[in-house]
């Protein structure tokens, strides 16, 4: 075959303008049309009207109401973030920080801990209705970024211990982990990491300092100093002042 | 009523002005979420790409340039994009919510397609969709709301790769037309009453 002929390869991107104003090329043939359009007039002007009925699509959805906590949602999360903004400088030495750091140095969770803690568990939850109703709280795991997941956070409040029960976490890819965070406002501090898409383990810590336990994907087998990743799953922890 | 224009809102939420945020939400929830859960089906799932969307917003406003396109077609992409990632899996992919689009910077005159979007009625979007032949309208609804490639609508239609490239781009030149005759139209004063 001779060399390329300009006048193939235009008809060639420009038969690709549709997929790539929908989203809907792979990376590799974006790029390549990305070199293209960068040196070609025509296919910009075509593109250009394809992108506006592409943008139209979103006005043809019939509208919804999200729950009515959304708004106020939204704007405590703004206010969070801009007090956390704000005085960011005095924030930075968190008063419980040295939980914390122990949990970043064993960063795999520790079968033993976990071992203990089931067995904890176990006999917790015997004498449970009998005296223990106050000291444990159960939260659901609700699904976010995977559907079928699902799990439990059960709270030990007087050891400070908190189980976590997971099933169904979507499949990991080579060198991924699950990786827990606690999250203090909006911020996520690393519990530790697993790999089994199904199992139960502890993690140290007193959720009446949380608002919400998460998991995410990450990068194995340390995990990410922050999530890079939507949660899989979340709970949001009640907050209960003033319990002891 | 909130007397500020969407132009108003960005440039107080970029200050971080909160009830800006809020004012904007009032004015979008109901498109955002029905976008998010037509993609998700899920409105727990959706509530949360609403409000990633709008944190977005409160976080970027600074540095969006508003010749991309307007607050409202940005929402709404974010919203898109996120929804998308979420349905497949695709976690952390749409950082950057700050473009548009990557070819965005290389089109000259960009306001011109949200001048095409500016003031379309949602009836006219449903409207055309509906005028387009129907495996057109199949091929973009794949793309567009199930986040599939070419390759994948090929595969789940059981039809050449040629002929969904060929959908798509047609399918989306006759929208645009379909819609900017019914702005024409809607323009052209209501003593059409057709």
Known sequence: MPATVPDQDHAHYQELLGAYALGALPDAERAAL?????????????????????????????ERAPSSSLRERIRSAALEERERAAPAAERESPPRASRIVALHERRQLIPWLAAAVLLLFSVAMLVWNLQLRQEIESIALQPAAAPQAHGQVIYLRNWNIVLITVEDLPPLQPGQVYQVWLIEGNRPLSAGVFDQPDGRFAVAADIADYSAIAITIEQGPLGNPAPTSEPIVIAELPHQPGAS | MEGRDDRELLQAIARQDADALVALFDRYNRLAFGLAYRILGDAFVAEEVVQDAFMSIWRNAASYDL??????????TIVRNRAIDQLRGRFGRSQNDVDLDTV?????????????????????VRAALRALPEEQRIAIELAYFEGLTHVEIAERLGIPLGTVKSRLRLGLQKLHDLLVTSKVRSESGASDGT
């Open chain 2, 104 to 124: 965005a910077p290389l089109l000259a005159a960009p306001d011109e397609w949200d001048d095409l979007l500016s003031e379309i009625q949602a009836s006219a």
């Open chain 1, 34 to 62: 990305d070199q293209h359009l960068a040196s070609c007039a025509a296919c910009r002007q075509e593109l250009r009207s394809l992108l506006a009925a592409a943008r139209a699509l979103a006005l043809s959805v019939d």
């Open chain 2, 67 to 76: 010749s991309r396109g307007t607050v409202r077609t940005w929402l709404l």
